[in-house]
Every structure is written in structure tokens, then in C-alpha cells.
């Protein structure tokens, strides 16, 4: 299987804007993680997607990889989707622009899903992890996602899922993590689709591959994401960095 890494890279962000070009240590944040991703061996290619010329000179003119968007997208799916149409390619992992310290294992994680699915029955694996306090459980900005007894995905939702009507009957709850490998083709068909209705409520692109019957295979990991989605995340980040 021939496997790349895109990382899909906006320049506006409504929280933090220009997030991506913010310093970190001397490197731009989506720098410092096109060199993580690049740096854990398991991708034949990496490449960053970006509307922004900013950010492709960044880039590119640190030897790195990158595809300038035509148009538009609602999703960072559509946006790789778009990138990757025409490259020789089996299986594309997204990696998220705004996490500079990404590591091999939960990248891994999914991989290893499509390398024991010799009959193609999963069209894309992501990572959940357990959750037990109940803030983290009810709070709509972590996706909650159940799943059937083959760990493939039932639902995601900001909405607490299975909702506790009955206490101590063991129900554990997951938050998404958002991780993704697709296969090309899940890509190219989620691109040629339209958003229903779920989608739409929930504002979950996940929700168009399950609504259209693609089989989304869950793993659980302990990962927990270090993204940057606010000035104080920067921060956080840059404190990070001096201990490492």
C-alpha cells in the first residue's frame, strides 16, 4: 500500500487567526508539524494543503511538500479530497495542522487497521478514547462517538451518547479523536456528495460518510491531542517545547 500524510491548513480560524503562521520556537506552528509527521517514518509522502500562499512558501521554501487548494471547502475532507484525486495513492491519513508535537503511535494505531483488513471492508479509520469525567462527557465541544461490537462506528455526536437513562449498567463513554485514514475512494466519494441532514445539525463531516454507508472502524488509544486552538494554547505549547 502506498500511504501519505496531508495536512489540511487553513490561514483564517475564527478562535485564533493565523494560528498556523505563529512562532513556536523559532518555526512556524504547521512547519513544526509537517516535520513531526515527516519525522515518524510511516508515510511515503507528506504534503500540506493550503488556500494560503503564506503558508505554501513557508513550506516549500523549507524543503518541505505542498499542494495549493482551488477552491473553496466546507471540510477538511473535501479539501484533501480535492488534493489527492489525481496521486497514485492507497491510503491517505489526515493529520491536523494545528499540532505540532504529532506522534508516530496513534498515527500508527490507524494504520494498522487497514494492513488487517485484507477483505477492504473499512473505509476509514479514527481513534476514540474513554471518558469518565462528566464535564468531559457533557461538554458539546468533545464529539462522543458509540460503537457497534466490531468497534465500527454507530454514531458521533456533541450530544452525550448513550444518554444515561439507566445508571450502573456499564456503559463507558468515547470522545473522537480526530485522527483519520481514508482510502482514496472513500475520499473522492465523501468529495461527490452532498451534506444531509445530520451533517448538517451536528456540523460533523463524519457523519456524511455514515450516512452515505461508509464503515468507519474505531480504535481505542489513550492519545490525547495537543492542538492549538487559542493564544493560551500557544503558550502552553511554547512551555512544552522548552521542557523537551
Do not use: C
Request: proline fraction near 4%.
Amino acid at each position: 500500500m502506498k500511504i501519505i500524510a496531508v495536512i489540511p491548513a487553513r490561514y483564517a480560524s475564527t478562535r485564533f487567526p493565523a494560528k498556523l503562521m505563529q512562532d513556536l520556537g523559532r518555526k512556524t506552528v504547521i512547519l513544526r508539524t509537517y516535520e513531526a509527521a515527516v519525522s515518524t517514518k510511516l508515510f511515503d509522502d507528506v504534503f500540506v494543503v493550503t488556500d494560503s500562499d503564506l503558508i505554501f512558501d513557508e513550506i516549500v521554501s523549507n524543503g518541505g511538500k505542498a499542494i495549493m487548494s482551488i477552491k473553496e471547502h466546507e471540510s477538511g475532507s473535501d479539501r484533501i479530497a480535492e488534493a489527492i484525486a489525481d496521486l497514485d495513492v492507497d491510503i491517505v491519513v489526515n493529520v491536523q495542522g494545528d499540532e505540532p508535537f504529532t506522534e508516530a503511535e496513534p498515527l500508527a494505531q490507524v494504520l494498522s487497521v487497514f494492513k488487517n483488513d485484507p477483505d477492504r471492508k473499512v473505509d476509514l479509520a479514527s481513534l476514540m478514547r474513554e471518558i469518565t469525567d462528566e464535564d468531559e462527557i457533557n461538554n458539546p465541544n468533545n464529539v462522543k462517538v458509540v460503537v457497534d461490537q466490531s468497534q465500527f462506528a454507530l454514531y458521533f455526536s456533541r450530544s452525550v451518547i448513550p444518554y444515561p437513562r439507566e445508571k450502573n449498567v456499564g456503559v463507558r463513554y468515547f470522545q473522537h479523536i480526530g485522527i483519520y485514514a481514508f482510502r482514496k475512494q472513500a475520499l473522492l466519494d465523501f468529495y461527490s456528495l452532498p451534506m444531509k441532514s445530520l451533517e448538517a445539525s451536528e456540523k460533523l463531516e463524519q457523519l456524511r460518510y455514515l450516512e452515505f454507508g461508509k464503515r468507519i472502524k474505531m480504535v481505542e488509544t489513550t492519545h490525547v491531542g495537543i492542538g492549538i486552538d487559542t493564544a493560551e494554547d500557544l503558550e502552553r505549547a511554547r512551555a512544552m517545547l522548552k521542557d523537551l
